[in-house]
């Protein structure tokens, strides 16, 4: 799409009804086929992704609208804050589910990631990743953690072959650590990954266009303060009367947004079979107007425009791309979808962890 204005509704309207890639979990994968973490990738077609059920227990929501329930304390937070941070999660169960939960949490973060105001979560096909945004930049810098699957060997390869040097880091918490190279070479931004206690490798990534932003020094210092569990990740909506074959697949929460600002946006795929939907939330007080360009970039018109409304201070889209699915047909198609998701508006100490409810 032409503007960063035009992201969610554009990316709404792109969804492709092709077959899910394979689960592997890489760098250059999360990197370059996750759903908005940057530009290029807010930009790129969103393919239909393989499903991930994911279910968590309303009991541990965070300030959920009427709930009196205490919410077992998250990690240590890199800085005070009125922004909820994820919360401890039990056992899944159908009543109350949230869509979106880490394995990783920040600890230290450098001065320009604004602390937990600044971080965002994704959970997809790809696995859970943190990602920590400069605010108040145009191409922000940012930190991004993620953690391999048990037993998972992190590639010494590219996605285009190209090969990863290891060279020795110092330990974090007495445990192996060492630096990816690409082809030897220390030209590209660094990457350090790590053998975490539970066994499992973690590894961080720096970008940004001020190199002093995410040096060796800097990497280091926040991978070893980087908390490992599952916590859930407060949200801004609830979505009520779902049928329960219809789930939510992937789920990315981007904060600050990509220009920089202090904004913020969700998007979530919900998926029944071979059909997807999508819904996108931002703050703000209009909805875009969003311009498509074809691969030679010539203008289109989108086919399966979505459907957008405000409510409550925040923009809600919903979208299909490739038709909706039966299960949602019958009970009203995607005007039903809209009618059926409850805005808890911008102000983030209402936001919920009970998301997808009975």
């Not at 994968?29 to 239909?48: P, Q, Y």
């Not at 937070?77 to 394995?103: F, K």
């Not at 360009?293 to 957008?308: E, F, K, M, R």
Request: aromatic fraction near 6%.
């Amino acid at each position: 799409m032409t503007t960063n204005d035009h992201d969610l509704a554009a990316r709404l309207a792109a969804l492709a009804d092709e077959s899910a890639p394979p689960p592997r979990f890489t760098t250059a994968t999360s990197i370059t086929e996750g759903t908005t973490r940057l530009r290029r990738r807010k930009r790129a077609t969103v393919g239909a992704i393989a499903a991930v059920t994911v279910a968590v227990v309303a009991t541990t929501a965070l300030l959920a609208p009427g709930g009196t329930s205490a919410t077992p304390a998250p990690p240590a937070a890199p800085t005070a804050t009125t922004s909820p941070s994820p919360s401890a999660t039990p056992t899944p169960t159908r009543a109350g589910i949230d869509p979106l939960t880490t394995e990783v949490h920040f600890g230290w973060l450098p001065d320009w990631a604004g602390g937990e105001k600044g971080v965002g979560y994704i959970e997809s096909y790809h696995g859970h990743e943190a990602q920590a945004r400069a605010v108040g930049r145009d191409n922000p810098s940012r930190i991004i953690v993620r953690q391999y699957p048990a037993g998972s060997e992190p590639p010494m390869t590219t996605t285009a072959n190209g090969k990863l040097v290891k060279v020795d880091a110092d330990p974090i918490d007495g445990r192996t650590a060492y630096w990816v190279v690409p082809d030897g070479s220390w030209h590209s931004q660094p990457t350090l990954r790590w053998q975490t206690a539970s066994g499992r490798w973690a590894e961080i990534t720096g970008y940004g266009s001020d190199p002093e932003d995410v040096t060796q020094e800097v990497l280091h210092k926040a991978a070893a303060d980087v908390h490992f569990g599952q916590w859930n990740v407060p949200l801004p909506v609830q979505i009520t009367g779902l049928p329960e074959a219809f789930k939510v697949t992937d789920a990315e929460f981007t904060r600050p947004d990509t220009n920089g600002s202090n904004g913020w946006s969700l998007w979530l795929m919900l998926r029944d079979g071979d059909k997807t939907v999508s819904v996108g939330v931002q703050f703000d007080g209009s909805l875009p107007t969003p311009t498509y360009t074809d691969t030679a970039g010539s203008p289109y018109i989108d086919p399966h425009p979505p459907l957008t409304t405000v409510q409550n201070g925040l923009n809600i889209s919903v979208g299909a791309g490739s038709g909706v699915p039966a299960s949602l047909e019958q009970l009203g198609g995607l005007p039903w979808l809209l009618s059926h998701i409850k805005s808890l508006g911008p102000d983030d100490a209402n936001w919920t962890t009970n998301v997808v409810v009975p």
